[in-house]
């Protein structure tokens, strides 16, 4: 068990989905915390963000970032930080123009105050 499921992160992470007014209609399955998955690495991630068609409500975490889908079927992802909600991410053109992994890097770097003003661009890696 990783150090972040072993932390209340995840509980928060929860707590935070349930609160959004589209993943809170999640009944199928309902948004709880089995449909949350650690990725290991941002390959994993990537991978597992770009394979598409995730069921709303489907969770992927890496370290201490999480991404939540918002659209049955689709690539809008809550974007959460430690325990706060900051953006809604669609990741297809990201991920098309190869740069998934510099923008993950971004995120992590970033400060709460860069997230939540949505100033994380300004990160220099």
């Known amino acids: 068990m990783s150090e972040f499921q072993e932390t209340s992160l995840i509980k928060e992470w929860i707590k935070i989905g349930k609160k959004n007014p589209w993943i ?6 309902e948004f709880n915390i089995f449909p949350t998955c650690e990725c290991k690495t941002i390959e ?3 991978k597992q963000i ?7 409500g489907q969770a992927f975490f890496y370290k201490n970032l999480c991404f939540i889908n918002q659209v049955d079927g689709g ?7 430690d325990d706060y909600a900051f953006e ?9 123009r190869g740069a998934f992994e510099k923008e993950i890097n971004k995120l992590l770097a970033a400060t709460k105050e ?12």
């Open 75 to 81: 690539d809008e992802w809550l974007t959460i930080k």
């Open 50 to 56: 770009e394979h598409g068609n995730w069921c709303l």
């Open 88 to 96: 809604s991410y669609t990741f297809a053109r990201i991920i098309k």
């Open 114 to 125: 860069q997230c939540q003003s949505l100033t994380y661009d300004e990160v220099i890696l």
């Open 44 to 46: 994993e991630l990537e």
């Open 24 to 29: 809170r209609e999640a009944c199928d399955p």
